[in-house]
């Protein structure tokens, strides 16, 4: 099978190349692109990429395979793989550190400014502050996120506007605070959202949606946060 | 980033006079599309008096209005998506700032010729 793999080391290339690598696939076996990653490496030792649970836990993989965003270690060669050929890149519009490694600062930037964790100006009971089972079930589909980064690489207006646009990622989170029923700060979360670029720069192409690897909706949560401005602004 | 360009300078404000506008403007196209759907072989006469009634008359203002208004937004829109220093480095400011100057005469000039135009029908 042949592999064409993004290839950049600062220190040493001047610009960044795919480079082509072949690998024989065991027969009869599935692989996942991680499995194939780590074979890669033994044939070349500098190939570089973040990983760690290899189970779809950490998020520390994502990465880009034949053009669409993903886990590397929960994603089946034989299903993004055209043709025998497969090509591998970073996430992208990040910046490069090396090979399939991204600097995610920007990533988390966007969503520390969403201030994910809970805000309740009551004092606290004795024991607990207790939810519901319904309004528990408002968290399902939000709490799930692993931060992989998968869905803000893969959106076009995160590209364009890294810096001001939240990213379907933070904004996920935005809503994971705003619907939690222990929360108390949810007019100065709306408030901080309010401005032209940190939910509004979304356009509702979904390609958060159709690359999560948790199978979770950004558009939905940011429709929410569109819903909960409008009512508080009107 | 400059946001003072921005219509309203709130992202939620801008979201509401797009949808808004674009609701205008989508009566408005009913409104004629039914209006020739309805009556053929119109003469000069029967279309002057169609636009020039007071209604019309402000309903045409209007959708002239709501075009300049929804333009506004999406060109500023797409003004800050694509002109960025991240392309364009230094000249990005210069770039972007000719950009919106350019596109707020132009809906100007629309605005302006459209008033006229509907405002000062014979009628
Ligand atoms: S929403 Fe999905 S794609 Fe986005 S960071 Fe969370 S788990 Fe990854
Ligand atoms: S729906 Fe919104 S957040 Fe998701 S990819 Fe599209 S623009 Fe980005
Ligand atoms: S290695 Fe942890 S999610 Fe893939």
Redesign the interface.
């Known amino acids: 099978m042949q592999v064409s793999v993004y290839r950049y080391d600062p220190d040493v290339d001047e610009a960044p190349q795919m480079r082509d690598m072949s690998i024989d696939l065991p027969e009869g076996k599935e692989l996942m692109v991680l499995d194939l990653l780590e074979r890669l490496k033994e044939q070349d030792p500098s190939l570089s990429y973040r990983r760690s649970c290899r189970e779809g836990v950490c998020g520390s993989d994502g990465i880009n395979m034949n053009g669409l965003n993903g886990l590397a270690c929960i994603t089946p060669v034989s299903q993004v793989a055209k043709r025998g050929k497969l090509a591998l890149r970073p996430l992208p519009g990040l910046p490069v550190i090396r090979d399939l490694v991204v600097d995610m600062s920007q990533f988390f930037d966007q969503f520390e400014k969403v201030r994910p964790y809970l805000i309740n100006d009551q004092p606290p009971p004795a024991q607990e502050r207790l939810q519901s089972p319904e309004e528990r079930a408002e968290l399902d589909g939000l709490y799930e996120c692993i931060l992989c980064g998968c869905c803000s690489t893969a959106c076009p207006?995160f590209w364009?506007?890294p810096d001001?646009f939240v990213g379907p990622a933070g904004l996920l989170q935005a809503y994971r605070f705003l619907a939690d029923s222990r929360d108390t700060a949810s007019a100065e979360r709306l408030r901080d959202?309010?401005?032209?670029?940190?939910?509004?720069?979304c356009r509702g192409i979904m390609n958060c949606v159709n690359v999560c690897p948790k199978g979770l909706n950004p558009t939905r949560a940011i429709g929410k946060i569109?819903g909960l401005?409008?009512r508080q602004?009107? | 980033?400059t946001?003072v360009t921005?219509l309203a300078?709130?992202?939620?404000?801008?979201?509401?006079i797009q949808r808004l506008s674009a609701v205008v403007l989508a009566l408005y196209t009913l409104c004629l599309l039914s209006f020739f759907l309805v009556n053929d072989g119109l003469d000069h006469r029967q279309l002057v008096e169609f636009f020039g009634s007071a209604s019309m008359r402000a309903f045409s203002v209007l959708a002239v209005l709501s075009t300049a208004a929804h333009g506004w937004v999406g060109l500023w829109?797409v003004g800050?998506?694509?002109i960025?220093p991240h392309y364009f480095g230094a000249r990005a400011v210069v770039l972007r700032m000719a950009y919106q100057v350019g596109c707020a005469l132009l809906l100007f000039i629309y605005v302006w010729w459209g008033i006229r135009l509907f405002w000062m029908l014979p009628g």
Do not use: C, H, I
């Open positions: 207006s364009w506007n001001k959202l309010e401005d032209p670029f940190s939910v509004f720069r569109r401005l409008v602004g009107t | 980033m946001q921005s300078r709130s992202g939620l404000a801008d979201f509401l829109t800050t998506d694509y960025r």
